[in-house]
């Protein structure tokens, strides 16, 4: 049987459809090209990667100044590995347990113990950050991995007063306003005080440690490593907030003043998952949050 034709009109609205049909199709493509964000661009681009490590322990120690004298030094507030005393080495962190996340650092981290109208306050917020920043690009592309074992020192505990040697600083965490100082600032109510210090990120490539416990390694000039000290490895960066706030009269730390803040690094971290972020944060310059992942 013969299928009637269709009516003119009817085959002009059919076009019409089509052709709009077609359309839409097209436009629906554009849409969704322009929602389709290149993972390139998700990507940010901080060279970083960090451990939270909350407050472990206390104790007059330092393995790193005093080894095998417990007792002999100022009161020290102890994060990451939960076995660090006077005794501590290598093998005893490799087998220690640990307050950091990622739970793969045992590293040992200490600073002076902060106090309060002179009673001892522990920061609520410990973050140590991995960064590849203060030298050129290049040098970031060929940061090295800091060395199983290896011991930093950073600051002046014997410092005297804020001058140009003074590596830590004072600043209120939400309130920017009051600005940054080498010595303890006054925080407005509902703020915390907080304290940076940056350890040194060039290594002469050779020892762990040095009989000052701080020739081994140096802070770059001019955005390059000195030439003593050729291996650029990730700047540690040691960030503490503390719950208090108000009269800086009120405050101290066990080593005197705030500009005698320092801290110790016992470097614990698996030597994989320290060069897996390394080469996957740092060289690429890549913000990657405790896992090791971009973040």
Known sequence: MERAAPFPGTRRRLRIVTLFG???????????????????????????????????????????????????????????????????????????????????????????????????????????????????????????????????????????GPDSTT?????????????????????????????YLDFPQCWNGRDLDSPDHKSHMAYPVNQACPSSHPVAVPKLRQVLRYPVNGNPARFRLASGGGFTMHGDFFNAWPEAEMMRRVRDCIRPVIKCGADGRPS
């Open 167 to 195: 590596i830590s600083r004072w600043s209120c965490l939400h309130a920017g306003h009051v600005g940054a100082s080498k010595d303890f600032v006054n925080c407005p109510a509902g703020t915390m005080i907080e304290s």
């Open 22 to 160: 077609a359309l839409l199709a097209l436009l629906g493509g554009y849409a969704v090209i322009e929602r389709a964000e290149p993972a390139e661009a998700r990507v940010v681009r901080v060279a970083e990667f960090l451990a939270d490590c909350p407050y472990s322990h206390r104790l007059p120690d330092d393995p790193i100044i005093y080894p095998g004298l417990p007792g002999a030094s100022h009161m020290h507030s102890f994060f990451g590995s939960t076995v660090t005393n006077a005794y501590t080495n290598l093998a005893d962190l490799l087998n220690s347990n640990t307050t950091c996340n990622p739970r793969v650092d045992v590293s040992s981290y200490w600073v002076p113990t902060f106090y309060a109208d002179n009673v001892p306050v522990e920061p609520t917020i410990v973050t140590f950050y991995y960064l590849g920043e203060g030298v050129r690009s290049d040098i970031v592309a060929n940061t090295q991995p800091l060395p199983l074992g290896l011991r930093i020192v950073a600051g002046n505990a014997r410092a005297t």
